[in-house]
């Protein structure tokens, strides 16, 4: 399932990925991540594992609980969880991306073939989370009840 955060209940702040991924933190350890498209804010800066030099990176499970548990607000960002097991190969032309790709807003469409979650950080607006898996969908889902499927908020939002 598919599914965007507009109304901040719970998050201090789009994205604050320490509560976005609490309800599947347990499950989290088992991905890699590629993260393109980046731009944040973090009083933690020099510290996170995050190389500033290169549009797009790896990390592990490892250095994504360093981010996640820093004070960082993703203001734009585009997350591929892959499973720690699978070997990929990266390029260029298949990055995911936060801004000016309309694929975004379409359910099941994960830009990373991949990719078994995927996070969007949208101008500090709005957050989408994508999953491959129905258990962690709806562990994400019980645990924001002001999570909008994301087919049901396009929809709402072309009316």
Known sequence: MNW?????????????????LKPIENDIQRFNWLINDLEIN????????????????LITSEQMEELRISDTQIV??????????SKIEIKED?????????EIWKNGN???KESEI???AWDSSFTIVKFTD??????????FDEAIELEKYKWKKSR
């Open 118 to 120: 995927e996070i969007i």
């Open 110 to 112: 994960l830009q990373v």
């Open 42 to 57: 973090s009083s933690e800066l020099e510290s996170l594992p995050i190389n500033h030099e290169q549009d797009w990176f």
């Open 94 to 102: 298949v990055l995911p991306y936060a801004e000016g790709v309309s």
């Open 4 to 20: 965007i955060i507009k109304n901040r209940d719970k998050l201090r702040f789009h994205t604050n990925l320490n509560v976005l």
């Open 76 to 85: 734009w960002g585009a997350f591929s969880a892959i499973d720690n097991k």
């Open 134 to 143: 129905q258990t962690l969908s709806e562990k994400f889902s019980n645990y």
